[in-house]
């Protein structure tokens, strides 16, 4: 039987381009693209002028975010990736930064995460991917990267704080009674002037005494320092929060789409036609709040009111209801009785309350519902902000956080967004009648 001819150790005269070993429509080549068009100036701002010269920014930006869009999130993954397989090889421009250096430009370099996030949703925009029209709204529960053996809770918090108080109290009484023992031997004198001759058991008593005031002030000091710890927990949890992680102290404990408890943040995400076009970190566990941070983000990013939201129950509230009213904003938001009521309504026996603000909203959100555009929306979201979080969490293995405290979380939820978002452009950009335009 003939084969080919095979030589590992083959000499070649000309070396091969990694660029031939990239087909052109591979997702990276798109990173590349769009990471070329970004203003890094406040990134490249950072960096000192002394030294030795540092990697370039689009370079390790463009690493970091294909090594999100294909489940990589690791900087030790990416090194070895760097050094290994050709499309990061292609990417780096042959370079190898290590993991160190990809790890603190992914915590430390980018600083606003938000503002590479919306120059990208730009593109998108100017591809005509989003329009500012019909935005669906959704969160998931991620983990954070704190054990949940750990946690801080605030009624824990609350009962030391009384027990270190009490322990305060019962110091500053004791060392006055000290003192007012002092007071009762020595009178108006100082206790220091020798009027007469003390006996040995005096002066072992007045020492004994010394010792326990010092003592004392010693044991006030250090309970005070915890006092404060307390306190200084106390002021980090906030008003809405009963307990946080103790590795990450802005995650909070929640319970998790697995219907287990968890530390995390409930990730919020606003998306058009799968393309995210807003994202928030929260540590409230309840959709309901969100609702309008998340609408205002969207405005914010785009510089336009939505034409329509679609939600689903856990955004349902008086507020919300209200708050879209008033600004005439066409939503979807069924309400948290919704299959029941419209059964009912169905068989003619739906009650409305009476006097009811909320019911009337709900009952003007029932009779939406129930038209033809009103169904449409509902099934809209179905295909377009879940798709979106199943990409994130099943495709791109995103399901708990790598950094920790809310800002650097925040980075990572940009990165991943960024990320999701240039995949889709892809997959735009595959179609036929938009690809000769864009290259």
């Known amino acids: 039987m003939k084969f080919k001819e095979y030589r590992q150790n083959q000499i ?4 091969p381009s990694l660029d031939d070993k990239i087909p052109q429509d591979h997702l990276a080549r798109y990173i590349s693209k769009v990471v070329d068009q970004l203003n890094l100036k406040e990134i490249e701002d950072g960096y000192s002028d002394l030294g030795c010269h540092a990697y370039h920014p689009r370079m390790l930006l463009k690493v970091i975010l294909y090594g ?9 993954r990416m090194q070895k990736e760097s050094r290994e397989d050709l499309v990061f090889m292609w990417l780096a421009g042959m370079q190898e930064p290590d993991f160190r250096t990809i790890s603190d430009f992914r915590k430390d370099r980018i600083k606003d995460i938000k ?3 919306n120059q990208v949703l730009g593109i998108c925009y100017e591809l005509g991917m989003v329009q500012c029209g019909k935005i669906s709204i959704d969160g998931t529960k991620i983990e954070a990267n704190s054990s949940r053996n750990k946690i801080v809770f605030r009624k824990k918090l609350e009962k030391s704080k009384a027990n270190y108080e009490r322990k305060i109290d019962e110091i500053l009484q004791e060392a006055e009674d000290i003192d007012a023992e002092e007071d009762r031997i020595y009178g108006d004198k100082d206790g220091y002037s020798l009027e007469r001759e003390y006996t040995a058991e005096e002066i072992r008593e007045a020492m004994k005494r010394a010792r326990e005031k010092a003592k004392l002030e010693r044991h006030k000091e250090k309970e005070l320092e915890k006092l404060a710890l307390v306190n200084k927990q106390l ?14 102290k802005d995650a909070t ?8 408890l968890g530390v995390g943040y409930n990730v919020q995400m606003a998306t058009e036609n799968q393309v995210i076009v807003g994202f928030g970190v929260f540590q409230d566990r309840a959709d309901t709040y969100l609702l309008q941070p998340m609408i205002a983000e969207v405005e914010h990013n785009l510089g336009m009111i939505p034409e329509a939201i679609l939600a689903d129950k856990g955004y349902c509230s008086e507020k919300n209801y209200e708050y ?11 309400p948290h009785t919704f299959d029941y009521d419209i059964a009912a309504r169905h068989k003619g ?4 309350s009476q006097n009811s603000t909320y019911e009337q909203y709900k009952i003007n959100m029932l009779d939406f519902l129930e038209t033809d555009e009103g169904k449409g929306l509902m099934d809209k979201r179905k295909w377009d902000v879940e798709p ?3 990409d994130i969490k099943h495709n791109m293995g995103f399901r708990k956080f790598l950094l920790r405290l809310m800002p650097k979380v925040k980075t990572e939820i940009g990165l991943i967004s960024i990320a999701h978002n240039i995949k889709k452009m892809k997959v735009w950009m595959g179609m036929p009648h938009l690809a000769e335009e864009y290259c």
């Open 324 to 334: 879209l009213s008033c600004r005439g904003m066409k939503a979807a938001i069924p």
């Open 253 to 260: 404990l929640m319970l998790m789409k697995n219907d287990s």
């Open 349 to 352: 026996t739906y009650t409305p």
């Open 12 to 15: 070649m005269l000309m070396p």
């Open 388 to 390: 979106t979080f199943g």
């Open 235 to 248: 002021e980090r949890m906030g008003e809405d929060r009963n307990s946080f992680g103790n590795t990450d």
């Open 115 to 117: 503002q590479l996030f």
């Open 68 to 76: 999100y869009s294909i489940g990589i999130r690791s900087s030790r």
